[in-house]
């Protein structure tokens, strides 16, 4: 038996998420029913992060158990011709029998992508959330350097998270948290797309979803950057912006500290 | 009686093309629906570029005349709620009354992108085309420059071209034709995005396509850079490389000389 470890992409648009539900298409589902087939054998996948319904991934990982011959590293192209379009296994190598995604030291870097164009571009519908309203990007810039470093993260994080609701903490540490721009021509002259990128050692139930939603309203003007703070020692999800939608989400990378792989 | 231009975005993956044919979804159909819905008359477009099934656009252009009192700024906006979201009219304005889109000296600009990973990512895959090889991007890049200029490029087009049955001529200009790279971690390290960006005055039948099946081929080194010049030169479609796929193809814009517009 030895454990094997999986890079997983996706598009989310198709998915109820990550986390297997029953009569739903989710990707642990779809992924697991793949590697059954793969493997000839009963298969249980463990997932490092159980995205939402609508988010998409580049690099969400996942571990599962086998018997099977198949040597590590070609899991990923063995799989190729067993998932739909919208689901690729990346990478895959083996790891250590007893390690575990979601109990190891990680950063996750997660990429939320804004259209700002006065009308919705078609290419990135499902890539991208659409504001036609101008936006101050300087504003927001300094916006989210208001949320580097560790903080009590309740005001960004939907209040049925169950961490919270069973009393855990809300601290996190936000290591890094930058706007890039991609304008020109190609988006129909001067606005385009906007990224915001956000690296963590962990993020609360929607928590990027209403970093954004809240950083946007410091785009517009309707909030200024100073208010960051406020909304943070508030506790107050109410203070906070709207959750943006799922769609512009994306999981890029998790990073693990001092890898065991065997 | 008013002429209105339009720049016309679309995704065209679900499309038959832009040309209108019975039956088929096509651009021009779809959108000339939602024209004679929003002006209450029947309106004829005249589009300035009829791409292929499967090719994208972000810069297509489209007159109409129409006696409707809606401003012709605001058609754009007008449209927004009739349009399906993989079609979206991204501006709109009044033009002269004899201006037409495909009667004019313009400057065409195409993106096509190729997706250079071991593995598919899914998040690309409806407008890259994906190769798995190692792509040496130099001698892309040196293909490309020997594009540049006016040329016959007979042995770059589809020869069930129109234009060419017809006995017209195959000469056109490429006024530029460059190699884009968007690599990093974002792409599961090194390799990534590559971006074709060609400018010229016209094109054949499949031309760009053919051209970026040529230049891959430099790329893998199936072929050398300096082959070109020899392709070019045999006015032979079987000298040149194969159609890459429609999905990675985009029009970006079409850039009218000198413009009339009323």
Known sequence: MKRIRLKVAYDGTDFHGFQKLPELRTVEGVLEDALCELCREPVELIGASRT????????????????????????????????????????????????????????????????????????????????????????????LLQLVGSHDFTAFSNPASQILQRGGSAERTICSAELMEEGGPAYGGGRGLIRLRIKGDGFLYHMVRIITGTVMETGTGAKAPEDIKDILNSKDRKKAGMTAPARGLCLMSIDYAAEDGT
């Open 52 to 143: 939402d319904s609508g988010v998409h991934s580049r690099g969400n990982v996942a571990v599962f158990d086998t018997e099977s011959s198949i040597p590590p590293d070609r899991f990923c192209y063995a799989l190729d011709q067993k998932l739909p379009p919208d689901l690729r296994v990346i990478a895959s190598e083996a790891c250590a029998p007893d390690w575990h995604p979601r109990k190891q030291k990680a950063i996750k870097t997660y990429e939320y992508s804004i259209y700002n164009g006065r009308i919705e571009d078609p290419l990135l519908r499902r890539y991208a959330w659409h504001c036609p309203y101008p936006l101050d990007t300087e504003a927001m810039r300094e916006a």
